[in-house]
C-alpha cells in the first residue's frame, strides 16, 4: 500500500524503537521528510541512515517528549532542515516495571510479604513518570509541532498511539492502562479542537505485537512463552501475535485524506479480535 506524501514534513517521536521506525520508513517510502525523534540518538540515526540508504528523505534528533525547551529546539532544526510539520505521529511512551504488580490479583496476606509488588507497594515516582511519559509525552510534542499546522492551507494529521489497555485494563499494568485511556481521551479532544483549521487527529490501537519493551513480559529467559503470553493468545481470535507490518497500511489509511478525509477522534484497534472477545 502507498499513498502520495510528496512535500509533506512528518515528525515521529519514539522513532529508535521497532514500530515508530517502521512507520518512519513507510512514509518516507511514500515521500514524506521525516524527522525521527527520539532520547536515543544512535538508534533514530540508525533508522534515519537506513531511509538515506534507500533514497529518501529523513534525519534523526535526540529529542526528551517530557521537556518543551528541547523540543522547540529540535522543532528549530526540523524547520531549518524540512520546514514545517503536516504530519505528527505521537509514538513515545512505553512501561515500567516499578509500575507493575507481581501477581495479577491480589490476596490475603500478600502485601506482607517481602520482594513482592502489590497494588500498594507501587513506586509513586514509577508510576508519575509512566504516565508522564505516555501521556504528556503526547501533549507537550503537540502543543510544539500542531502550532505548524494550524496556519497551513492544506489538511494536517496527528496519530497517537493507543492500546488495547485504552478499552480494558490489562492485569498487573495498572498506570499504563491509564495513560492510554487518557491517550484515546485526548485524541478525541483534540480531533474536537482542531477540526476547525484542518488537522484530524486520530489514533491507532494495536493488539499484541512483540517489541523490545514486552518481549521479558512475553518470553522466558530460554525463548520460551509465558503463562501470560498463553493467556494473550488464547484471547486473540487470531490466534497469534501481530505482525508489526500489519500496521502500516492502518497508518497509510488514516493520514490518505483521499481515503480517510471525514474520519476524526477515532481509536482503531488493530488486534486479531482481541478487543471484540469475551472469552467464550
Not at 521497532?18 to 532520547?39: E, N, T
Not at 502489590?118 to 508522564?132: A, R
Not at 512475553?218 to 493467556?231: C, I, M, N, V, Y
Request: with cysteine.
Amino acid at each position: 500500500m502507498s499513498i502520495d506524501l510528496q512535500g509533506k514534513v512528518a515528525v515521529v517521536t519514539g522513532a529508535g524503537g521497532i514500530l515508530c521506525s517502521m512507520f518512519s520508513k513507510a512514509i518516507a517510502k511514500c515521500g514524506a521528510k521525516v524527522a525521527l525523534l527520539d532520547l536515543n540518538l544512535e538508534m533514530a540515526e540508525k533508522y534515519a541512515s537506513e531511509i538515506r540508504a534507500e533514497g529518501f528523505e529523513a534525519k534523526a534528533y535526540k529529542a526528551n517528549v517530557l521537556d518543551k525547551a528541547i523540543l522547540e529546539e529540535v522543532h528549530g532544526q526540523i524547520l531549518n532542515d524540512f520546514g514545517k510539520c503536516d504530519i505528527l505521529i505521537n509514538g513515545a511512551g512505553g512501561n515500567n516495571a516499578r509500575a507493575t504488580t507481581t501477581k495479577e490479583y491480589y490476596f490475603p496476606g500478600d502485601k506482607d510479604q517481602e520482594g513482592l509488588a502489590t497494588f500498594f507497594s507501587l513506586d509513586q515516582e514509577g508510576v508519575s513518570f509512566l504516565f508522564n511519559l505516555n501521556f504528556l509525552g503526547t501533549l507537550i510534542p503537540t502543543q510544539v509541532f500542531a502550532a505548524d499546522m494550524v496556519d497551513k492551507e492544506d489538511p494536517c494529521q496527528i496519530i497517537n498511539i493507543s492500546s488495547m489497555n485504552a478499552f480494558t485494563p490489562l492485569t498487573k499494568i495498572p498506570a499504563y492502562s491509564g495513560a492510554k485511556a487518557a491517550i484515546s481521551n485526548f485524541t478525541q479532544w483534540l480531533a474536537v479542537h482542531f477540526s476547525k483549521v484542518g488537522i484530524r487527529v486520530n489514533a491507532i490501537a494495536p493488539g499484541f505485537f512483540v517489541t523490545a519493551q514486552n518481549q521479558s513480559l512475553l518470553f522466558d529467559q530460554a525463548g520460551e512463552p509465558t503463562s501470560r503470553t498463553k493467556k494473550i493468545l488464547d484471547g486473540t481470535p487470531m490466534g497469534r501475535f501481530g505482525e508489526a507490518e500489519e500496521l502500516i497500511g492502518t497508518l497509510l489509511f488514516l493520514l490518505d485524506e483521499k481515503a480517510a478525509g471525514f474520519i476524526d477522534g477515532v481509536v482503531l484497534p488493530v488486534d486479531g479480535g482481541f478487543h471484540a472477545y469475551c472469552g467464550v
